[in-house]
């Protein structure tokens, strides 16, 4: 990317943010203090409250890294000609020191340092992300991406261009974007505030919170700042909430202590400017299993067809098509006939119909003791309140493991766990002795399967 394109760049970006704004390329503007000329890359201005407010952009051609010195001199600059605000770009990098006196500079003056070389032309601006029947289309502040990739606890990451995701989380400077969709305990935003509150005080009982109006929107949707502060290790954590009928947005910043006032304001740039959305999940739906189905056409091996074949199963399943469901499990099956999560997604679909005990069987067999197959079967008790079925069930499975002492173990540990879960301990209590019993004519005692055990005991007993 060059200069040019990429003051085009500039130009389409903060004409999205700032459309009342005139934006100017190559100006000069006599300094109120120095009285000369002073030449301006790109100078964006815009009236607010019937005063005139200035942003001036810089680019740096440099081999070196801009250095404390050249941050002064744009400070020096950006005062000269009245600016508010002041973005320089260079074509290198910057030294510590140079980083340092950007931000901890004027306050109100705010600097960026982005680096030219690192920009990358395929990061878009913004992103349209969603989670269950709701969603919201994400801004991207000036000089960071939004990364549309789903994570655990996140269905999208904003950060700065240029960086990776891992880059940007082991720095410690970064956005993550959730939605939670309102119901019968989570009603309204204060009922979310309470109930992350509740979870932080859990895992940090010495947190505070405070929050604080945050800036307001064009249409009137109420929004919230809230800092939470971490006071046995210092760390503060920032989250901008946006609150509409049926759902929040909210979006978490963590950043360094030194871009902390620049970063907020990033963040309360996105909340401003989200765009709220409702999902059609059937037309997702659709293009998501075409897209599968075409990578399955694509593909010569067998199992990677099958997983293929599961991903849209699930799809339906999650649409409450189950019929449709159950037909491209089996599909799945036939296809590779040890595949674990397509009999287990047959067996959760049809647990309460005249083919359970067929369809339990089959997933036994798969690995018959497996650890992991008997908690899956206590998990679809529990879940299905059969827990008396589950039990024989298991108890009848030990007979076909008489001398296998670890696979007699593991159904041991999993009756233990589901008696444990139904809280009739004295039955719970019985079973852990049993699996040790087995487990120790097979294991180390260091083993972990035994140490676990002997906790649950110790606890129970007591």
């Given amino acids: 990317m060059d200069w040019k394109k990429y003051e085009a760049e500039i130009f389409e970006n903060f004409k999205t943010a700032y459309p009342n704004a005139k934006i100017k390329f190559n100006q000069k503007i ?13 100078l964006i201005e815009e009236r607010i409250a019937g005063k005139k407010i200035r942003l001036v952009i810089d680019g740096k051609y440099y081999s070196k890294n801009v250095d404390v010195k050249d941050v002064e001199s744009f400070i020096s600059m950006v005062e000269d000609i009245d600016a508010a ?16 006196r950007a931000y901890y500079g004027p306050i109100d003056i705010e600097l960026d340092i982005l680096n030219f070389d690192e920009l990358k032309q395929f990061q878009g601006f913004g992103g349209i992300t969603y989670s ?43 956005i993550y974007v959730n939605i939670l969709s309102f119901d019968e305990n989570l009603k309204n935003l204060d009922d979310v505030l309470n109930f992350h509150k509740e979870n932080t005080l859990a895992f940090h009982p010495t947190a505070t ?22 006071e046995e290790t210092h760390f503060e954590e920032y989250t901008g909430f946006v609150e509409f009928e049926e759902f ?19 963040l309360e740039y996105v909340i401003e400017r989200l765009i709220p959305m409702n999902v059609d999940l059937k037309s997702v739906a659709i293009v998501r299993i075409n897209d599968l189905r075409k990578l399955m056409e694509k593909s010569d091996s067998e199992q990677e067809k099958a997983e293929i074949l599961i991903a849209i199963a699930q799809i339906h399943r999650d649409m409450k098509e189950f019929e449709i469901a159950k037909k491209i499990y089996e599909e799945s099956i036939k296809l590779f006939p040890e595949n674990y999560v397509a009999h287990l997604g047959l067996l959760e679909i049809g647990y309460n119909s005249s083919e359970r005990d067929m369809l339990i069987a089959n997933f036994y067999g798969l690995a018959p003791g497996n650890r992991q197959i008997c908690d899956d079967i206590v998990r679809l008790g529990i879940e299905n309140e059969q827990i008396d079925f589950t039990e024989k069930l298991l108890l009848v499975k030990l007979k076909d493991e ?19 879960a139904k809280e009739s301990m004295e039955i719970a209590l019985k079973y852990f002795r049993l699996a040790k019993s087995n ?10 399967a035994l140490q676990s055990i002997e906790n649950a005991i110790f606890e129970l007993e007591k």
């Fill in 30 to 42: 006599i300094g109120r203090y120095s009285k000369v000329e002073r030449q301006i890359d790109v």
């Fill in 85 to 100: 605000q002041g973005i320089l770009i260079t074509s290198k990098g910057y030294s510590e020191a140079a980083i340092n």
């Fill in 132 to 174: 269950g029947w709701h969603g919201a289309k994400i801004p991207a502040p000036f000089g960071w991406v939004v990364d549309g990739t789903r994570r655990e606890g996140s269905i999208a990451n904003i950060y700065q261009r240029g960086k990776s995701y891992e880059e940007a989380t082991k720095d410690g400077e970064f």
């Fill in 209 to 230: 919170c405070e929050y604080s109006d945050s800036i307001e929107r064009s249409d009137k949707k109420r929004t919230l700042l809230r800092k939470i502060l971490r």
């Fill in 248 to 266: 929040c947005v909210f979006c978490v910043l963590f950043t360094p202590e030194q871009l902390k006032t620049k970063n907020i304001r990033k």
């Fill in 402 to 420: 008489p001398s296998n002492f670890e696979s007699l173990g593991n159904i041991y540990f999993s009756l233990a766990d589901l008696f444990y």
């Fill in 439 to 448: 487990f120790i004519k097979c294991f180390e005692i260091s083993h972990p």
